[in-house]
């Protein structure tokens, strides 16, 4: 369970520095940067899976019959995931919107990218140390933290709605 912890710390650690190298290589059209987020990926990928497999014969070995347990872990487990495809995701349609030579990014949505990704990071980081230092996370702080980031989302999706209709900005 010690070492599923210390996966997990590293695990998101590794994830908050690879959504930092493919904002970067995204807000500065940065292959070689976004080429690095992309290994980063992947290695996010192997991680997620190696966790999860982990986590499962910690199950088995201690054989917990208290479902209340088994089902914290299997959600641990689909979150890992969600958090690797939402990484793969984002890494992607970077690299694919500089690939395809698309337009730069208004400087304010690389203020507001960078504010989300900067929270994001943040989150990750508390959540990270606190495994990493056999802590229990400040769950409900961390839980305040990512109501105010679904609050700037949802702003910024308006000013991305609005930048579009005003033909500032591109579906893109």
């Known amino acids: 369970i010690d070492v599923t912890f210390e996966h997990t710390g590293i695990f998101l650690g590794e994830v908050a520095t690879v959504l930092n190298e493919a904002s970067d290589g995204?807000?500065?059209?940065?292959r070689p940067k976004l080429k690095q987020a992309k290994v980063g990926q992947r290695r996010i990928q192997r991680w997620s899976n190696i966790i999860g497999a982990n986590t499962f014969k910690v199950l088995r070995l201690l054989q917990w019959e208290d479902s209340g347990?088994?089902?914290?872990?299997?959600?641990?487990?689909s979150s890992l995931q969600e958090i690797s495809e939402s990484v793969r995701d984002i890494v992607i349609r970077a690299s694919q919107h500089v690939s395809n030579q698309h337009a730069g990014l208004l400087e304010?949505?690389?203020?507001?990218?960078?504010?989300?990704?900067?929270?994001?990071?943040?989150?990750l980081s508390l959540t990270s140390q606190a495994l990493l230092e056999k802590k229990r996370p400040e769950?409900?702080?961390?839980?305040?933290?990512?109501?105010?980031?679904?609050?700037f989302a949802k702003d910024y999706d308006?000013?991305?709605?609005?930048?579009?209709?005003?033909?500032?900005?591109?579906?893109r």
């Open 158 to 171: 308006r000013n991305q709605i609005a930048r579009i209709q005003d033909n500032t900005s591109k579906t």
């Open 139 to 151: 769950s409900k702080a961390i839980a305040a933290r990512v109501e105010d980031l679904q609050k």
């Open 26 to 30: 995204l807000f500065e059209y940065d």
């Open 108 to 123: 304010s949505q690389v203020e507001e990218m960078d504010r989300v990704r900067k929270e994001v990071v943040q989150i």
């Open 69 to 77: 347990s088994s089902h914290r872990y299997a959600k641990t487990i």
